[in-house]
């Protein structure tokens, strides 16, 4: 979903715009650049990868797009700090490519890919908390189902942001738009849930929040 930047008075852009960079320069100062270092391909792989799906996309009109995110597992390989300038570097190059404005870019990165960080670091920690320790609740809690709950959430809060600037009405958003959330949400926590499987069985070094140590330990040990 795309937020165009002509839907808020200046007055919200500057704030939204000031309260992102406070967030994203905090997030660049304390990243984890060595993981970066270590694993650039891994990373620019992952940025283009995550670019190129949300470039091809579908949707009804200018601003309701559907295309899927990729936010989930890229949180658990990098962590949030690393993911957040993730987004930016997508939504800008999204933003770009599709020449929707990059005054835009700060409202979206918050919504796509703030949203699904906050949910999918949320889960991690209450299941680590909470749930036993296997891969099998690792694959289908940390990633598949939060990038089912990252979905519903950013169609949720983008919809109601672009009901409260009048963009569109609820009736417009409920009958067009809302009905396809099942199609998106489970492809997404499909996606999400693969990619993280695939890395923890054949690169586990690509997801530092996965220890073999305590996801594979054998049972009395």
Do not use: C
């Amino acid at each position: 979903m795309d937020i165009p930047a002509s839907v808020f008075n200046e007055d919200w852009l500057w704030l939204t715009s000031f309260l992102y960079l406070l967030l994203l320069g905090h997030a660049a100062r304390h990243a984890a650049w060595g993981y970066v270092h270590k694993h650039i391909h891994v990373y620019l792989g992952a940025i283009v990868f995550a670019s190129l799906i949300w470039i091809l996309r579908a949707g009804i009109g200018s601003n309701l797009n559907f295309h899927f995110l990729g936010i989930t597992v890229m949180t658990l390989m990098f962590g949030w700090r690393l993911a957040l300038v993730a987004a930016t570097a997508i939504v800008s190059i999204t933003f770009w490519r599709l020449e929707a404005g990059l005054l835009a870019v700060p409202i979206n990165t918050l919504v796509m890919g703030g949203i699904p960080i906050v949910v999918t670091y949320a889960l991690l920690r209450w299941s680590q908390r909470h749930l036993p320790t296997n891969i099998f609740v690792f694959v289908f809690v940390n990633a598949f189902l939060a990038a089912v709950l990252s979905t519903v959430a950013v169609i949720g809060v983008g919809s109601l942001l672009l009901w409260w600037t009048g963009t569109f009405s609820a009736y417009y958003l409920q009958t067009y738009y809302l009905p396809y959330i099942p199609l998106l949400m489970f492809p997404e926590g499909l996606i999400n849930g693969m990619l993280t499987a695939i890395a923890v069985v054949y690169a586990p070094q690509w997801i530092p929040v996965f220890d073999d140590a305590r996801y594979l330990r054998k049972r009395g040990e």
